[in-house]
């Protein structure tokens, strides 16, 4: 029973003694006096933690910035449809016959598409600069495209010759097939990741901006009110006349509202530039869906007649076409002005591929799909026209970011000598005051 009350009772008890030594420590008007010193010295690291967290915000949201970001999710764009194309025409060379003028204008195509990925590879490196998360997503292309590259190689060499070495043009279609796979799984899904990446920085410009301007001028404003708060303290306490460390701290303080007032003078109209944009960043969208989704429409019906599709049937493969040939959306209204050029495409690849492998006449069908052929051609022109209503737009957006000012320079640093200085003017003014009390 003793045992017991000793295990109750010594609870409270310690948690008294606990606060009896808080208690003798906080009294001594001395060392509140210090206490009062280190509290204000947090809050100065705190101002000048968020000034330089609020110099990125602006440099992000400044003209510099949003255009290299907006020029950089324009490649990431075209790098997607240069691989899409490379790979077409990789497919495509594949079921043209050996001799033909189309097998050597698909490798031409090939070629250009992989020199087009490259050139696009070099020129964004140049945006990027020293950020490292940037320079990750390039390379994560870079780094694969010779992987696809050789397993293409590999590919063509084996089937040089169908006629003559039918094994070795079996065994060429496996290679392909991993090819193509390896391309959707790994090259385009970075390209995309890429063109996210960059897309996301734009629309989080704003968003972080409005967020810094606030906390950047807000957090000064309470540290000057804190300090206001101390010389009253010190001036009560000691009965003496106000601290001049402390008037040197508040001057400090009152020149980083100052100075962050002056150098957010940029943001009213990097914010409406910002806000335009977002509109026209999700119309760009639409039309980039669309293109992914016909290039992958053309892509599978070089599969298709490659008899790399064979898991799934012939009207499975219909249906996933028209779906992602927007056969079935005519009403969409960012296609809607190419309908006509859709339903072209669809029309001719319904009457040219598909009835005629049903009815078994695969020459022919592939004759429509490859250059010149129908199918090829419908395409062509319906990809031409969405291709150049999306340079159009990504131009519209562009015009409109070049147009945002230039972030402030030297935002970060300043407000960091600042808060240095009312850190010593805060130090010598406790430390006097301390001194004379004792």
């Known amino acids: 029973m003793a045992g017991a009350t000793l295990a109750t009772t010594s609870g409270p008890a310690t948690r008294s003694g606990r606060r009896g030594r808080l208690r003798r420590l906080v009294t001594p008007t001395p060392n509140r006096m210090l206490l009062i010193g280190l509290g204000l010295t947090l809050l100065f690291g705190v101002t000048a933690i968020v000034g330089g967290l609020a110099a990125q915000a602006a440099a992000d949201a400044g003209r510099d910035s949003v255009t290299s970001a907006a020029r950089m999710s324009g490649n990431a764009q075209a790098l997607y ?75 063509q060499h084996l089937a040089r010759d169908p006629r003559a070495e039918p094994k070795n043009a079996l065994l060429g279609a496996a290679y392909l097939r991993q090819a193509s796979g390896y391309l959707r799984s790994i090259l385009l899904p970075a390209a995309e990741r890429l063109w996210d990446e960059e897309t996301a920085r734009l629309r989080e410009a704003r968003q972080d901006g409005q967020l810094a301007l606030f906390a950047s001028i807000g957090v000064p404003v309470l540290v000057i009110g804190a300090l206001w708060w101390s010389q009253r303290y010190l001036r009560t306490r000691t009965k003496r006349r106000i601290s001049l460390g402390l008037v040197l701290a508040t001057a400090a303080m009152l020149g980083t509202v100052g100075w962050l007032v002056a150098s957010w003078r940029h943001w009213p ?50 249906k996933r076409f028209e779906d992602n040939a927007g056969c079935t959306d005519l009403d969409n209204p960012d296609t809607a002005p190419m309908s006509g050029l859709i339903t072209a495409w669809c029309t001719a690849q319904k009457a040219d591929i598909h009835q005629k492998e049903l009815v078994g006449e695969h020459a022919a069908a592939i004759a429509a799909a490859l250059p010149q052929g129908s199918v090829a051609t419908a395409f062509e022109r319906y990809d031409a026209e969405l291709t150049r209503k999306i340079d159009e737009r990504e131009e519209i957006i562009f015009r409109e970011l070049a147009r945002t000012p230039h972030a402030p320079d030297s935002m970060g640093s300043v407000v960091l000598v600042l808060c240095l200085i009312a850190t010593a003017g805060v130090t010598v003014g406790i430390w006097v005051r301390v001194r004379e009390y004792q």
């Open 81 to 155: 449809r240069s691989l899409a194309e490379a790979d077409a025409a990789a497919t495509g060379r594949f079921l043209a016959p050996p001799d033909s003028s189309q097998r050597g204008e698909l490798e031409d195509r090939y070629q250009q598409a992989l020199s087009e990925v490259r050139r696009l590879l070099g020129e964004s490196a140049g945006y990027v600069g020293a950020d490292p998360d940037r320079s990750a997503g390039l390379a994560r292309i870079a780094n694969q495209l010779p992987v696809y590259v050789g397993l293409i190689e590999k590919a």
């Open 269 to 318: 109209q990097a914010n409406q530039r910002l806000s335009v944009t977002g509109p026209k960043m999700d119309e760009h969208w639409e039309l980039i869906r669309v293109q992914r989704s016909a290039l992958q429409a053309r892509s599978d019906d070089h599969l298709r007649l490659g008899g790399n599709s064979n898991e799934f049937g012939l009207e499975d493969l219909q």
